[in-house]
């Protein structure tokens, strides 16, 4: 069966980095584009990035453009992100997530990992 | 970029009430339209795409439609499992913009 699991998450202060991980299985992971979506607490759903199947297009929220960077490396089912220069306003659950071929919504969530930027 | 908005905000409903959730683009994006069911501490899951394709599981007492601007998901029958927040979210291109959000309720 399809999973996504994230890790990477933590606590950490503003201004500093952290890398965010998605391990893929279940399903042929160079066959699909893969995004990062998140929730702030108690707030609703932002979608932050995307990277094509075969890595080729990248792009990105305004809010994050020039400090995230979405890789993968489809030869060990993983997803990352680079997360730079964090904000407090990156405080969020952060969510991988499968898009069907072809589409940009999505129909496989992992359960996500909780990033908290705070000093 | 293109806003999505959604209407109500919250929303309180009675068991077996038909409730309407409405999701507005400020531009036309044909019927690249999703919609997903959060309900609390889980993961969102895909109810409808392409504006009012039922999702493989989904209930059918779900449904959705709409194009261009415009866009509604009905339950036709509201269970007490159904209580969780829906958003609607605009794939034609990036970003793909999700709306804020409706939190629905039983009464």
């Known amino acids: 069966q399809v999973q996504l699991v994230e890790s990477g998450g933590g606590a950490v202060q503003p201004g500093r980095s952290l890398r965010l991980s998605c391990a893929a299985s279940?399903?042929?992971?160079?066959?699909?584009?893969m995004h990062w979506v998140r929730q702030a607490p108690g707030k609703g759903l932002e979608w932050v990035a995307v990277?094509?199947?075969?890595?080729?297009?990248?792009y990105y929220a305004d809010s994050v453009k020039g400090r995230f960077t979405i890789s993968r490396d489809n030869s060990k089912n993983m997803l990352y992100m680079q997360m730079n220069s964090l904000r407090a306003d990156d405080t969020a659950v952060y969510y991988c997530?499968?898009?069907?071929?072809?589409?940009?919504?999505?129909?496989?969530w992992g359960q996500g990992t909780l990033v908290t930027v705070s000093s | 970029d293109i806003q999505m908005t959604q209407s109500p905000s919250s929303l309180s409903a009675s068991v077996g009430d038909r409730v309407t959730i409405t999701c507005r683009a400020s531009q036309g994006i044909s019927n690249y339209l999703a919609w997903y069911q959060q309900k609390p501490g889980k993961v969102p899951k895909l109810l409808i795409y392409?504006?009012?394709t039922l999702q493989s599981g989904v209930p059918s007492r779900f449904s959705g439609s709409g194009s261009g601007t415009d866009f509604t998901l009905t339950i036709s029958s509201l269970q007490p499992e159904d209580v969780a927040t829906y958003f609607c979210q605009k794939y034609n291109s990036a970003p793909y913009t999700f709306g804020q959000g409706t939190k629905l309720e039983i009464k």
């Open positions: 990277i094509w199947s075969d890595g080729s297009y990248k």
């Open positions: 392409a504006a009012s």
């Open positions: 279940g399903f042929t992971f160079s066959s699909y584009g």
């Open positions: 997530a499968r898009d069907v071929p072809g589409a940009n919504f999505f129909d496989y």
